[in-house]
């Protein structure tokens, strides 16, 4: 695997959330359209195939929380303010401190539930897979549902059932249904029969995507970060 051996080679720990995100997108996961682009002088030349909004974000090895650092912002609707962001971020301490990759500007996905799916490795049992409503729901009530891979379909499903926060998904409160056939798409691709952690259990210990935004008719990883083992 192309991704894996280069992030070796750079010993890198590991994939980088554009690498990561390519690495989903091998295995059919839907991520946003984007560009990478050095600085703010670059934008106008290299965003003009995206649609706005588009979101832009630092990429930094020295960076994991990326909002934290102040480095996410999200609802840009020209170029002018996509160099704007990216010159605020520049001033941000945590930013000017850090060693910059470059800034990551990319399409923002349809409105939806946001989601949290991840994967981690037993020792003893091989790949594990994880799927969990983010925000609170993983961080605070750490509601989230586990199954060993390889996960079939009838898996996948009770997963989600198994959620405490499952009446969420159908719609509560006046939020628009979350696909429940776009999330379980999502976890075969990751943790099915030939999913990414059953395909990749040698080199990858942690899986994250946080989130995945799922609307009514799609799911689209908009943040990914893998650790190699
Ligand atoms: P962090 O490193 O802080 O986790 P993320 O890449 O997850 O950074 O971005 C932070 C938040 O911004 C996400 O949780 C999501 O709500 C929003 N976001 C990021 N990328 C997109 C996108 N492409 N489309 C829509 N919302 C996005
Ligand atoms: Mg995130």
Redesign the pocket.
């Known amino acids: 695997m192309k991704l894996i051996a280069e992030a070796r080679k750079q010993n890198r720990s590991a994939l980088d ?1 554009q690498a990561g995100k390519a690495l989903l997108a091998e295995f059919g996961v839907a991520v ?1 359209q984007s560009a990478m682009v050095a600085g703010a002088d670059e934008v106008g030349q290299k965003t003009k195939s995206l649609k706005f909004p588009v ?1 832009v ?1 630092v990429m930094s090895p020295d ?6 650092a102040g ?2 912002k ?1 609802g840009l609707q020209s170029a002018a303010e996509v160099e704007s962001a990216i010159r605020a971020m520049m001033q941000q301490p945590a930013i000017a401190a850090a060693r910059i990759d470059g800034f990551l500007v ?4 349809p ?1 939806g539930q ?1 989601m949290v799916i991840g994967g981690l490795r037993d020792p003893q049992f091989g790949p594990l897979v994880m799927v969990g409503l ?1 925000g609170i729901f993983v961080e605070i009530l750490k509601d989230v549902s586990f199954r060993l891979c390889p996960n079939a379909r009838i898996d996948a499903e009770e997963m989600l059932t198994e959620l405490k926060g499952a009446a969420i998904l159908k719609g509560a409160r006046g939020t628009k249904p979350a696909s429940l056939e776009a999330i379980i798409d999502v976890l075969l691709k990751i943790g099915g029969e030939n999913g990414l952690l059953m395909q990749h259990a040698g080199d990858i210990s942690e899986a994250d995507i ?2 995945l ?1 799922v609307s009514d008719t799609a799911a ?1 990883a ?2 990914a970060r893998f650790i190699l083992g």
């Open positions: 959330e946003p979101v974000k960076i994991l929380h990326k909002s934290d480095g996410v999200v990319e399409e923002m996905a409105p946001e983010g946080n989130p935004i689209v908009v943040d």
